[in-house]
């Protein structure tokens, strides 16, 4: 149980002048990406020497260095991935933060002593999760956003790695790591650094998507109580100026172990906000009080806050011995499985949709609603350790029922999984791009990301499981702890996403489906065997259309997404 510890400060950095700026305001540590597989991507960011460089300048200053390597990768890249690695080890820099698995577990082979942070993009809400990367060589795992303050200390006080935790910034109104909105819409990948932000645009007249910055500085003594490891402030798009105000007040309030002052919330709201700030999710208060947009008010303050910030002259050194280098193989080349039986799954939102005729080896139902017409179950995407009792009652309900297959929305799902004796199913939320990340967990089947083309497709070697793509249904674009409390968002181009509830949490569907049904050779030539069908909206007529349309590879009407080239 780790408790009473004084939590490490761990400020951003875009740029060096940033990187300057949170050590001299009083960083214990800094966060940094590079050129490359960062998500960040549209910062500055720091080239080679400028990382070498800054890991210097922070060991010079008794500041720890931690690099983001947190964006997904594609299988041809994963050589570079590595290499740069090494590169940042040689560097002296103190952990990586990934999200990658695959990367991670090479990293953890061929550099075993490069320390391993979770990044929240792999979507850790609870210790089962957070003890499973343990169990992989991760020493640290970034908690998710939304998590609440009983669950944040039942983590703290349950699971083995460190606990790190944002407490200040912008947030993404969808769970972490499950958000496609601006991949599907705009081909600009989140999980790839390069997010357009579609969320903060406006649906229905008005920006239910966007939310006001985060701010847990009122909160401060719960953190050390609890025992987290690291207190992380949001910003590597932020000014220096962003960057010393806000770590500035910080450092006070972690020294002093106290809440900060209405004064003090005032002077960071000046720094930056959105309509103000929001604690929504820590405290239980989840409405529409936490949206916000960024007003004109709020820039003329920030504006003026700006001039108020000073920064120190930089003396630049490096440090004067690297670390050995690390021995990087060439990595295995991936091939496409050899042509198997092709097979049909699909999941459903309740039995009522499954018609009496169809083609699928394994049916998903969510664990709430199982019945014996299907024979797996999925669990809710997320699961905080104050739900998972209940997901375990619900679980036992439907073994009885007939359940024998799990789909895992979760790295944690595995563990019930086990748990329960059920074969394991990987669904496209682990968010696999490569075959690395694809051995991760031993799986029976894979559905790979929703972001993949086709000949990404082809290059991942999925082993011993079957290779499987989304080949008809809504991708769903965000999964929401905050309900919008309507049935579908309509854009400014007149696009209308429909909003399904699932459990305790609404989810943004995509405003068109994939549709694959004339183009089955082109799957069957990128090696996948197992195509899944994803069934929301659809009555059990259009379920039955549908599974007739895929029997005999009939041409699309009106719009669809096909899977790209």
Not at 376 to 397: H, K, T, W, Y
Request: net charge positive.
């Amino acid at each position: 149980m780790k408790i009473n510890r004084k939590p490490e400060l761990l400020a951003p950095a875009g740029t060096f002048d940033a990187l300057v700026a949170a050590v001299d305001a009083g960083a214990d540590a800094v966060y940094f990406g590079g050129t490359m597989f960062n998500a960040r991507m549209n910062a500055a960011n720091f080239d080679r020497q400028k990382i070498a460089e800054a890991v210097g300048y922070c060991h010079a200053h008794g500041v720890k260095a931690y690099i983001t390597l947190n964006t997904q990768i594609y299988d041809r890249e994963m050589q570079s991935a590595l290499e740069y690695a090494g590169f940042l080890w040689e560097c002296g820099a103190d952990a990586l933060i990934t999200a990658d698995t695959g990367l991670s577990m090479l990293v953890k082979k061929y550099i075993p002593d490069f320390s391993l942070h979770a990044s929240t993009q792999m979507s850790v809400h609870n210790s089962v999760g957070a003890d499973l990367l343990y169990e992989k060589g991760f020493s640290r795992v970034v908690i998710a956003r939304e998590i609440p303050r009983g669950d944040l200390k039942t983590v703290c006080e349950k699971a083995k790695p460190e606990i790190e935790m944002f407490v200040h910034g912008a947030m993404c109104v969808s769970c972490s790591g499950q958000c496609l909105m601006s991949a599907m819409l705009g081909g600009r990948s989140g999980n790839r650094g390069q997010c357009a932000q579609p969320c903060r645009m406006s649906y229905n007249g008005s920006y239910p998507l966007s939310l006001k910055d985060m701010c847990l500085a009122g909160h401060i003594p719960d953190f050390s109580g609890f025992g987290v490891a690291s207190l992380k402030i949001e910003g590597r798009m932020k000014s220096p100026s962003y960057v010393a105000g806000v770590t500035g007040i910080y450092r006070r309030l972690i020294d002093e172990n106290r809440p900060a002052t209405g004064e003090e919330t005032e002077k960071l709201k000046r720094i930056f906000s959105r309509g103000g700030f929001t604690d929504g999710y820590y405290v239980g208060k989840i409405d529409g009080c936490m949206n916000g947009v960024r007003s004109e008010t709020d820039k003329k303050n920030s504006a003026g806050q700006s001039a108020e910030l000073k920064l120190p002259t930089v003396t630049v050194r490096t440090d004067e011995k690297a670390r050995e280098a690390a021995e990087i193989p060439k990595l295995r080349k991936t091939v496409p499985e050899k042509t198997v039986k092709r097979i049909f799954t699909a999941r459903f939102r309740n039995a009522q949709q499954i018609p009496d005729s169809h083609d699928f080896t394994h049916i998903y139902l969510p664990v709430d609603k199982f019945e014996s017409a299907a024979d797996g179950v999925m669990l809710p995407p997320v699961i905080f350790d104050s739900e998972a009792a209940n997901v375990r009652r619900q679980l036992e309900e439907a073994v009885k029922k007939g359940a024998k297959h799990i789909l895992l929305r979760n790295i944690s799902h595995y563990a019930f999984a086990e748990e329960y004796g059920l074969a394991a199913h990987g669904d496209f939320r682990l968010n696999v791009f490569n075959g690395f990340s694809a051995s991760f967990l031993p799986l029976e089947s894979l559905i790979l990301s929703a972001e993949l083309s086709l000949p990404q497709i082809r290059d991942v070697s999925t082993e011993g499981a079957l290779k499987g793509v989304v080949c008809y249904g809504r991708i769903p674009l965000m999964l929401l702890e905050k309900p919008l409390g309507v049935r579908e968002l309509r854009d400014t181009r007149n696009a209308v996403f429909p909003l399904i509830r699932e459990g305790k949490r609404d989810i943004l569907l995509n405003s068109v489906p994939v549709y694959m049904a004339d183009q089955l050779d082109r799957l069957d030539a990128a090696g996948v065997c197992e195509l899944h069908m994803l069934f929301s909206t659809e009555t059990r007529a259009e379920v039955m259309k549908v599974v007739y349309a895929y029997r005999h590879g009939t041409i699309p009407k009106g719009q669809i997404r096909r899977i790209k080239s």
